[in-house]
């Protein structure tokens, strides 16, 4: 909070370095105060450096003053204007007089949490839906392609920089080098009254490249900075997965229009354009994560190998020498990702066997596999591969090739910041001998060859191929008596960086040899990452930022969407239904001010409590030759007539939210049953059965659909004979058997044997006579 004192905001500061004077760090005094000082200083002393202060108040500090909102209008010398103020006081929402006022807001911001605050127009959302909003962008995808809002609140940059998604800058200099996987600042040292910084030398800033993240969504860094261009500390050098040039990037800005469409956009469906398919406007990367481990077993070691048993050569083509499937490889469900084989049991073996064994020795008998399969509703591509061994443990082909590489990567970071240590030194040498003339011949000590002739210019190219005892032997006409002391400062300098940075590259290559921790038993770790290309596609979730979510019904293609007059297609039809009863009217002013940037080619900044009023709004759409209604009249793409009532039609920022159709469709006609129960299991993730529960049972029934029912209830659920021979019958390309006993009834019949009630199934005498019949 501010501090008020008689209707005046005081305006302070708080010290952060005193420099040069009396003052003391963390001292408070009013701004006038410090920047009188600042001018005293001139250019002799150091001035004070500060920074803007304000005080904190906890909820109960806050019930003794009576505090004004944050926009609470002021003239230039920071009086407050209004007689009267709405302001609050101990919890209630009271006018009072300007001299009463005790403390003020900082920003209207203050109030809400980061994620509300990157609502446009939060203002005029209902707080349900504003809640609705705040949770949905923390379930954005992160995209292919993203795009910053044209309406936003001024907070995409701060919530960009905080959240760590960005590199930042660490020291200013001069970018040396970019390309996809790093970027090199080249650090300037000055020389500061005959003093030599210490910065010199090189930041590397390694870029993270498709990386999973724990919502098996891609982290992919993007550098934004050129080679040549000049950064300060603290300057966004690369955009993370989820920012457009260092400002938060959830989602795309998409023309919609609000009005019904054949019905497909009922109840919060959603009817899209092709376009934003066709053109990649909501494509994601998805990473998955399979992992499989080699332990110790009590009949042996399992072993990963691409010698599996009783698997046909056309199955193992992806797979290396190791066992392990290839970068860059295709795969569908059921292909073989990793090759494991697993030791037997003891088995007897038959004479004919124990003869195979003598003649060609140990064979595949003994091993069974355990490979690991591609899992089904994955596919894509393997876009990583990391192998984790015991210590001590010898390394495969794959690991040595895997290892060789991660060294690799560490020698050239270590060459590069040498390079530019190296060009400091020959840079600042340059600047030492700069206007000195040499007046005799530079001779080498041992073979007296003539290293620089007398008069040549001491250029950088003639300073970096002499040694330091060489420039210091150098006959010079006015030579500085410090010059000496200069240049073994700056060779000491120098020297002790590079062994410093080559003793840092030796401890991150040992401790990569070192070789892996892990459990107790485990011999070998193998994951595998495989990336899906996920394009939009009916049934996937979408939302903008004031809680109007809603799933995609239809994909129309572009030449059917309803047009505007001057023949550009909309790109997504919402429902005008999903406002009234919502109170989320800030999807509407966000969709006019969406139109005006869009036409104008601005961004707009319009913060939460602190935005634009409908009369800006409607200033800009003047400005931009739109419509001050924010509606215009549409035509019909597949009839080309024009609609009845003008549409309202603007730009929305729409996420894709990670619930994607892809991940939830799941299908099984056999798969794995629960022990007890002797029930499919549930759930895609145990590649379960659909519950057919017990009001479906009535639908059934209502229906009169016997047979159907029966099935239901026996084959399809616990009836472990029936199944069998239904398989076994359909595999035989036979009439279905009748079904036998659910197993849910033997649990019944334990269950009241448990009670002490011995409950038996008995067989009617003509039963007993039909098996007889059928024996005979």
């Not at 809603?550 to 550009?568: F, R, S, W």
């Not at 996420?655 to 549930?682: C, E, F, M």
Request: net charge negative.
């Amino acid at each position: 909070y501010r501090r008020v004192v008689k209707g005046v905001v005081v305006d302070e500061v708080r010290i952060t370095n005193p420099g040069d004077t009396s003052l003391k760090v963390g001292q408070i005094l009013p701004r006038s105060e410090a920047e009188k000082i600042v001018r005293e200083c001139g250019s002799r002393k150091t001035p004070p450096e500060f920074e803007a202060h304000c005080e904190y108040l906890s909820a109960w500090e806050e019930d003794k003053y009576v505090i004004a909102q944050a926009n609470v209008e002021l003239d230039e010398n920071g009086r407050i204007v209004p007689e009267l103020v709405n302001a609050r006081q101990a919890g209630n929402f009271v006018l009072m007089k300007r001299e009463e006022i005790q403390y003020m807001d900082v920003s209207p911001k203050q109030l809400v949490s980061v994620a509300a605050s990157l609502i446009p127009f939060l203002e005029n959302d209902d707080a349900n839906r504003a809640l609705m909003g705040s949770n949905m962008q923390r379930q954005a995808v992160p995209l292919l392609r993203v795009e910053a809002p044209y309406v936003g609140t001024g907070m995409e940059a701060v919530t960009a920089r905080d959240s760590g998604a960005v590199i930042l800058c660490r020291r200013s200099g001069v970018v040396d080098s970019v390309d996809s996987e790093r970027i090199i600042v080249r650090v300037e040292g000055n020389v500061h009254e005959g003093q030599l910084s210490r910065e010199v030398g090189a930041d590397i800033y390694p870029l993270t490249k498709f990386k999973r993240s724990n919502q098996n969504t891609c982290i992919n860094q993007r550098p934004i900075v050129k080679e040549g261009q000049r950064v300060r500390k603290g300057d966004v050098l690369a955009d993370g997965p989820c920012t457009d040039q260092g400002e938060l990037a959830l989602g795309r800005n998409v023309l919609v229009a609000f009005m019904p469409w054949r019905g497909y956009n009922f109840e919060d469906a959603l009817v899209v354009s092709e376009k934003l398919v066709k053109e990649d406007y909501y494509t994601s990367i998805h990473i998955e994560e399979f992992e499989l481990e080699a332990r110790d077993t009590k009949l042996g070691p399992e072993e990963i190998t691409r010698d599996i048993p009783n698997i046909a050569e056309s199955f193992l083509k992806n797979l290396d020498d190791s066992g392990i499937i290839r970068i860059g490889a295709s795969v569908k469900p059921g292909d073989i990702l990793v090759g494991k084989v697993t030791p037997k049991g003891e088995t007897q073996l038959t004479p004919e066997e124990k003869l195979l064994r003598a003649i060609f020795g140990e064979k595949a008998g003994d091993v069974k596999d355990a490979s690991l399969y591609c899992p089904p509703g994955i596919e894509g591509t393997v876009v990583g591969c990391r192998i984790f061994s015991r210590k001590g443990a010898e390394l495969d082909e794959r690991s040595k090739a895997i290892l060789d590489e991660q060294i690799e990567a560490l020698r050239r970071d270590l060459e590069d910041e040498k390079r530019i240590l190296n060009d400091e030194r020959a840079k600042r040498l340059e600047a030492l001998f700069s206007g000195m003339e040499l007046i005799a011949d530079l001779h080498d000590e041992k073979t007296n060859k003539r290293l620089v002739t007398r008069g040549t210019p001491l250029t950088r190219d003639v300073i970096e191929k002499l040694r330091a005892r060489d420039l210091k032997r150098m006959k010079l006409k006015d030579k500085d008596p410090r010059l000496n002391e200069q240049i073994d400062e700056i060779e000491e300098m120098t020297s002790r960086q590079v062994t410093v940075l080559e003793k840092i590259t030796e401890e991150k290559i040992a401790k990569l040899k070192k070789g892996d921790e892990l459990p107790p038993g485990v011999i070998k770790l193998v994951k595998v990452y495989i990336a899906m290309k996920r394009k939009l596609s009916v049934g996937d979730k979408m939302a903008g930022r004031h809680g109007n979510k809603g799933v995609i019904a239809k994909i129309v293609p572009e030449e059917d969407m309803p047009y505007l007059p001057d023949g550009t297609p909309v790109e997504i039809i919402l429902n005008p239904l999903g406002v009234p009863s919502r109170m989320n009217v800030g999807q509407i002013l966000e969709t006019h001010l969406g139109w005006a940037a869009h036409k104008l080619n601005r961004r707009y900044s319009t913060p939460v409590f602190d935005g634009a009023t409908e009369r800006d709004i409607k200033k800009q759409l003047e400005e931009a030759g739109l419509p001050t209604s924010g509606k215009i009249q549409l035509y019909d793409g597949m009839t080309g007539l024009p609609f009845e009532q003008p549409v309202t039609v603007g730009y929305i920022y729409m996420l894709k939210l990670s619930h994607l159709v892809d991940d939830k469709i799941h299908a099984r006609s056999i798969g794995p049953y629960s022990l007890i129960t002797q029930q499919p299991l549930g759930g895609k993730a145990q590649f379960g059965g659909q519950r057919f529960g017990e009001m479906e049972v009535w639908a059934l029934e209502a229906y009169g659909a016997a047979y159907i029912l029966q099935e239901l209830l026996t084959a399809k659920s616990d009836d472990v004979y029936g199944r069998a021979k239904i398989y076994e019958a359909i595999v035989k390309g036979e009439a279905a058997a009748e079904p036998g006993v659910p197993e849910s009834f033997n649990v019944l019949i334990r269950e009241l044997q448990s009670l002490c009630l011995d409950v038996e199934l008995m067989k009617t005498p003509r039963e007993v006579a039909d098996t007889a019949l059928a024996a005979d």
